[in-house]
């Protein structure tokens, strides 16, 4: 395993548990952390860089221990946190440039090509000479893994990172982490699109009020909504009746008719049909019934 937490708690001074008895074993490849806004991922991700102390428990990451060898784990860490934010000065090279030398990439031949090739990689090597603060929303987020990459790191950790992000460059940005995982390399992914777990993890956990809700597939999560996934065909004025009572995926206008996509146990009450489930589908039937119960 990568990375091994073992009964991880963070509690402030007031008592909240933003992190409660987290036991959790990341393999190596794409992993996924899923969750609604507020649910401790961020949290998590702190603590795995060294920017955050524990309350208590243990962190090894591949065999170091988070408080003995935290240099060393540092040493191994790419990281984007969700906040990603450069010295507005600088250009997109010169930013590319220094996080290398923070790397201590000394070499100033060495230091160049890498961070051509990387520029090369995340496709800004056209817009090098721009600054830094007048790239796209996009382009600050593939700068920003650029960073994370620059000294070629064995664990990635990314937080949020498709937040605001159009279709397009949502797609290329899980497209370069995909290529990052074929030098053996772990991504821990956090999140709170399903898109970007359905689409690019072998496994995932799901973190909810600081607690492991689930660990496994996403196939296997998925499984969990099999046979309870429907489209309801409705006249507009009993849309607000189907809300009342089930959890909405979906809703389309047909004519005069809307057909709305839920998820639940059974229906009653509507006319219905089966329809098949996807990620999402299973995202809210847990955050419907395991997380309220």
């Given amino acids: ?16 548990y933003a992190l409660k008895d987290v036991n959790l074993e990341i393999p190596g ?20 860089v060294s920017l955050l102390e524990p309350t208590s428990g243990k962190v090894n990451v591949y065999g170091y ?8 784990i540092r040493s191994l860490i790419g990281y984007l946190p969700q906040d990603f934010r450069f ?3 600088y250009k997109t090279y010169e930013f590319l440039d220094y996080a290398a030398r923070l790397s201590d990439m000394n070499n100033t031949k060495v ?8 520029l090369e990689k995340v496709g800004l090597y056209d817009v090098k000479d721009r600054y830094a603060s007048k790239l796209s929303g996009g382009m600050k987020r593939r700068l920003g893994i650029a960073q ?28 370069i982490l995909s290529e990052v995982t074929e030098n053996d390399v ?42 309870k996934a429907w489209k309801i065909s409705i006249e507009a004025n009993r849309l607000s009746e189907v809300e009342k009572k089930y959890p909405i995926i979906a809703t389309i206008p047909k004519g005069k008719k809307w057909e709305v996509f839920v998820v639940a146990d059974q229906i009653e009450g509507f006319d219905y049909e089966p329809c098949q489930p996807n990620l999402e589908y299973a995202y809210v039937y847990f955050m419907e019934n395991y997380i309220k119960e």
Wanted: hydrophobic share 35%; aromatic share 6%.
């Fill in 87 to 89: 010295f507005a000065k």
């Fill in 111 to 118: 230091r160049k090509a890498k961070v051509d090739e990387m």
């Fill in 29 to 48: 490849g794409m992993f996924g952390l899923l969750g609604p806004n507020g649910a401790g991922k961020s949290t998590l991700m702190r603590i795995l």
């Fill in 65 to 72: 221990d988070l408080v003995k060898d935290r240099k060393k």
């Fill in 186 to 227: 772990t991504i821990l992914l956090s999140t709170h699109i399903v898109g970007d777990i359905s689409s690019s993890c072998n496994s995932m956990a799901f973190l909810n009020r600081g607690e492991i809700a689930y660990f496994g597939t996403p196939e296997d999560m998925l499984s969990k909504v099999k046979n």
């Fill in 148 to 175: 994370a990459l620059i000294h070629d790191p064995k664990l990635i950790i990314v937080d949020e990172p498709t937040t605001g992000l159009d279709p397009e460059e949502r797609i290329r940005f899980r497209n």
């Fill in 1 to 16: 395993m990568s990375i091994k937490i073992s009964h991880l708690n963070k509690r402030y001074p007031n008592g909240y």
